[in-house]
């Protein structure tokens, strides 16, 4: 008999909702409660419109919603129905007070901690899936032994789950994760916790592939593998700029580099930078940790992939404004692509919104596209960073490519959207202002086509032509 019937995920994220829809699609005999204290979103998840886009998460929702995958937002009802109760909740970068800038706020967590403390009626099995700190688990349950204390008939054992799904594949990673991760106490009660959701995962996922380890390494492994990956583009990042300062093209680099087995060929695409919710508020928790341990070289080290993030946004935004004859205020630019990604509508902390901002500081008028993110998100992330004064001054958004880049002094590629690579790149060139220029910030082109087209064309890591053409390196 398996020990897991009913699961209850707290969070009805980009995180819990896939999750959930892949638990629920290959474990019938278990059901499957999502919550979320925002009624609308629950709302949208019981709608025809899902409140996040990933490819293939419609289908598997619309099969499963009803049967055994439920949406709520009575959250204290699905807590008394749970056996396992996943927290699943944001972790944002905490934007006050201690640690400012730097710690994650840990707020949601424990206010689903004392939700589950003060709800609970029987025994659970608590899951941090939210990507926390290490020893977060240690106030979770800290916060449930002191209901137990009133209540003999609860226990609880919390284990360490992290999520490593990436958002634009999230089904399919979560259909064939690379491994799952469970972490829990040393101690049987913890064995049989982590057993149990062993057990979960075992509906699909070969046993070789789930790891499990104490709970601290797991909550440590994850912090460690965004940082890693982040690192990465930050590694080859940095390598673009040393292309494009003599005539090495970053991915020939990469090929190259690539092609050793210890080093591998993924994740070493040069690009604007990264963005999205978790590489840089996650590598910060990491800052923020080694500095609370006085572990300062640790934490230097890898606040070095943040500083690297940063400069290549900086540097790709003034390469644009230096190439366009250093003014562009008053000047249409186009920019394709706003989401941190492709196949994803999600914009939090996309490089898009970076660069954009660098150029409405230049006073450029920007026409953005981006075949996912609505009008009214790309707003209001721009009036974070900028104003709202300024965006309805500087900003319009386009549903036609075609349209955003009429007239434009330049197109510049954010996201890497397949739809990019099959415009008709002629039709766009003959509808702009000439000289006409193509800043690509994400190696989506081939230079020498768009410059026999007519463009003048700037490819991250590529070196401008007068560099190439005589072959010999810049002096610094
Ligand atoms: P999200 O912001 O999309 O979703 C979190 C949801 O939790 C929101 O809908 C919010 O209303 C809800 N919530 C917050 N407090 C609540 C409470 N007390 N009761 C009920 N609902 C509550 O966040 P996302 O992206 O799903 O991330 C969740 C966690 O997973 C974060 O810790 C993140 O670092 C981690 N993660 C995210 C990945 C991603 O690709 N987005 C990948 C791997 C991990």
Known sequence: ?????????????????????????????????????????????????????????????????????????????????????????????????????????????????????????????????????????????????????????????????????????????????DRVLIGGEDSEE??????????????????????????????????????????????????????????????????????????????????????????????????????SLHLNKAAEYWHGVIEINNWQRRRFADKIVAELFNTVAGKKIAVFGFAFKKNTGDTRESSAIHVCKHLMEEQANLHIYDPKVTESQMRSELAIESSEKNVTKLVTVHSDPYEAAKDAHAVVILTEWDEFKTYDYSRIFNSMVHPAALFDGRLLLKKKEMESIGFRFFGIGTAPNHLTRVGFAATP
């Open 1 to 177: 008999k398996k020990v897991v019937r009913r699961i209850t995920c707290v969070g009805a994220g980009y995180v819990g909702g896939p999750t959930c829809a892949m638990i629920a699609n290959k474990c019938p005999h278990i059901t499957v409660t999502v919550v979320d204290m925002n009624q609308a979103k629950i709302d949208e998840w019981n709608s025809d419109s899902l409140p996040i886009f990933e490819p293939g998460l419609e289908e598997i929702v619309m099969k499963c919603r009803g049967t055994n995958l439920f949406f709520s937002s009575d959250v204290p009802q699905a807590i008394r129905d749970a056996d396992l109760i996943f927290i699943s909740v944001n972790t944002p970068t905490k934007m006050y007070g201690k640690g400012k800038g730097m710690a994650p706020d840990l707020k949601y967590v424990e206010s689903v901690a004392r939700s589950i403390a003060e709800h609970a009626e029987g025994p659970k099995i608590v899951v941090e899936k939210s990507t926390v700190p290490v020893k977060a688990a240690e106030s979770i349950l800290s916060i449930l032994r002191d209901a137990q204390r009133t209540n003999n008939n609860l226990t609880f054992q919390v284990l360490s789950n992290p999520e490593f799904l990436a958002e634009g594949t999230a089904m399919r990673d979560l259909s064939n994760p």
């Open 190 to 291: 913890g064995a049989k916790a982590v057993a149990a959701l062993v057990e979960v995962y075992e509906s699909w996922v070969p046993r070789e592939r789930i790891i499990t380890t104490n709970t601290w390494s797991s909550e440590l492994s994850k912090l460690v593998a965004n940082a890693f990956l982040a690192q990465r583009i930050s590694s080859i990042n940095s390598v673009s700029a040393i292309c494009e300062a003599t005539g090495a093209d970053v991915s020939e680099v990469a090929h190259a580099v690539g092609f050793d087995t210890r080093i591998g060929n993924k994740f070493l695409n040069a690009s604007v930078g990264f963005g999205g919710s978790c590489f840089q508020k996650d590598v910060l928790s990491l800052v923020y940790l080694c500095e």
